[in-house]
């Protein structure tokens, strides 16, 4: 079993950092390869929306970090994405990494309907935001960001098996043992 591991936040010891090092660990003592890319460190070009990678399966832009996420993706079994809420969305240098990565994602299909890539494999979303809950349910706010990578996982063939979602992170900066817990056991749901 290969997990890729994507995380969007800048913050190495923040909640969704210190989320998805303990579902790093639990994969890894189960058996796993795992692979981590901090997306806050990748060098990419933003898509100039040529669309010629729907056709051609690669992207017509200079080599750069989303090509090598592109391959990483390929080669894994499983993907966990933890991602930040920024406004009721995904932190913009991962829309960025998804943009580029489309091709990767999906193919053009009949009628120009995309195609998954990505059939039969299973991913997990982790985000967190600094408005408590249940405003963060009623605001949109980490509701906003499940939404946004549950329609790229699904057009994309990948099984949602888990949503991890943190609230009120200013108030609670470390996880609970029942968070921890949460997260050791949703990586189970991979294999």
Not at 103 to 128: C, F, R
Not at 148 to 155: G, H, M, N, P
Request: hydrophobic share 40%; charged share 20%; glycine share 6%.
């Amino acid at each position: 079993m290969r997990i890729l591991f994507i995380n969007s936040s800048p913050h190495p010891h923040g909640n969704i950092s210190q989320m998805l090092a303990l579902m790093r660990q639990k994969a890894e003592s189960l058996g796993a390869t795992t692979t981590f890319i901090e997306v806050s460190r990748l060098k990419i070009h933003p898509c100039t929306g040529c669309m010629k990678c729907r056709t051609s399966l690669t992207c017509s832009l200079p080599a750069d970090d989303a090509h090598h996420a592109v391959e990483l993706l390929h080669q894994a079994d499983a993907l966990v994405i933890g991602a930040p809420c920024y406004w009721g969305n995904m932190p913009g240098t991962l829309k960025l990494l998804f943009d580029r990565m489309v091709y990767g994602l999906v193919k053009k299909g009949p009628a120009n309907i995309p195609q998954p890539l990505h059939k039969g494999k299973k991913a997990i979303i982790v985000t967190a935001c600094t408005t408590p809950y249940p405003f963060s349910q009623w605001l949109n706010q980490t509701s906003g960001v499940r939404k946004a990578l549950k329609e790229i996982l699904k057009w994309s063939g990948f099984k949602l098996v888990k949503c991890i979602e943190k609230a009120g992170t200013q108030q609670h900066a470390e996880l609970t043992p029942r968070e921890a817990k949460i997260c050791q056991k949703a990586i189970e749901r991979l294999f």
